[in-house]
């Protein structure tokens, strides 16, 4: 009995160590399963570094796709304060805030045209006028504009359709739009008069340019046949016209881009000599120069001399009567004698 006993815990012994060795893998002598071919170890991928899938990213037929960043809160709106110092060095501007100034005023000739207003855009800051004698312009204005009403100054809200305007035209800074520096409205202007020193005369076109003597703004004239030319009281021609010649024009703002001169007296040519009678008004020493009171047009001239080719220099007073001759230098009077006709006392005990 002991026998047929021990017999059968043998038996068992051996199927359950047959299938314990059934069970496991062999292994090759002296190489680790986790070991590659090149024998580095090979370390096991940490949990954290491994893809994780983002929810309800996997659809039938497609690819899991990995999410490798945390979700990212929304851009918060920034606002960017742009320099407008027009003083910065970064920026060459002519002196004013480009955003906040006006422009300055344009460089160039000032031309006086009359019309009639016949449509006014005070958005885009501009008028519509049927020019005497021409066809329609479209004149520019903005805050650097002047408006007079019956010559007091006015707004742009003076301007209305159907009203007579002169304006004081000029090119603005692009040199193609036509910009208004003065606009007058409801004003009949009669021929104006105007003294200055001629600048520029243009054969071809029949115009010349003058620098204004109280405004010292270039104003442009045309010259047409019924122009009347005189050198004081002898007529001229437009060929004896010169730059540098002061003159004095009558003229009448009708002509379509330009005044039409009326008269034109020439005053002084450079080179001509003049004879001036009158009272020493001022006397400058230092500068060699003094002001004569004109009696034959009660207009005051100044006069530079040189105290050596003088013989009178050393009596001029203010006050003292004088006779001066003189030449006209284009820019200025040069006396080639002067006589003292009464001392400034004796003016003064007559």
């Known amino acids: ?13 051996i199927v359950a160590a047959a299938q314990s060795s059934s069970s496991v893998e062999p292994k090759s002598p002296g190489i680790d399963p986790q070991t590659p071919a090149s024998g580095v170890p090979q370390t096991p991928a940490s949990p954290a570094a491994q893809p994780t899938m983002a929810p309800n990213s ?8 990995e999410s490798t960043q945390p979700n990212q809160s929304p851009q918060q709106p920034k606002t960017e304060v742009l320099d407008t110092s027009a003083t910065s060095a970064a920026l060459a501007t002519d002196g004013h805030d480009p955003i906040l100034d006006p422009p300055p005023f344009p460089t ?25 004698g021409g066809g329609p312009w479209t004149v520019f204005f903005d805050e650097r504009t002047h408006v007079f009403r019956n010559g007091a100054e006015a707004t742009v809200l003076a301007l209305k359709k159907g009203e007579r305007v002169y304006v004081d035209t ?37 115009q010349l340019t ?30 004896e016209l010169r730059a540098g010649s002061l003159v004095r024009v009558q003229f009448a703002p009708e002509r379509p881009n330009r005044g039409l001169a009326r008269e034109i007296v020439i005053l002084a040519a450079p080179g001509s000599a003049f004879t001036f009678t009158g009272t020493v008004t001022f006397l400058d020493t230092h500068r060699n120069m003094l002001s ?13 001399f040189v105290p050596s080719r003088t013989d009178a220099a050393g009596r001029l007073a203010v006050g003292s009567e004088v006779q001066v001759v003189a030449v006209f230098e284009a820019t200025h009077y040069t006396a080639q004698q002067i006589t003292v006709t009464r001392m400034a006392g004796a003016a003064a005990n007559h």
Do not use: W
């Open 210 to 239: 003058l620098r204004d003597t109280l405004s010292s703004a270039s104003v442009r004239f045309a010259v047409d046949s019924n122009t009347r030319i005189s050198h004081g009281s002898t007529p001229a021609s437009f060929q």
């Open 58 to 65: 996997q659809v039938a037929g497609d690819q899991p796709q």
């Open 1 to 13: 009995m002991h026998r047929y006993l021990t017999v059968f815990l043998l038996v068992c012994a």
């Open 292 to 304: 004569v009171r004109h009696a034959g047009d009660d207009k005051t001239y100044d006069i530079y």
């Open 108 to 132: 160039g000739t000032t031309t006086l045209v009359g019309g009639v207003i016949s449509d006014v855009d005070r958005i885009r800051n501009h008028l519509t006028m049927d020019i005497f």
């Open 170 to 206: 000029m090119l603005d800074n692009n040199k193609r739009d036509i910009f208004a520096r003065n606009i007058r409205v409801g004003v009949v202007y009669p021929p104006a008069d105007a003294d200055g020193q001629i600048t520029e005369i243009d054969t071809g076109h029949h």
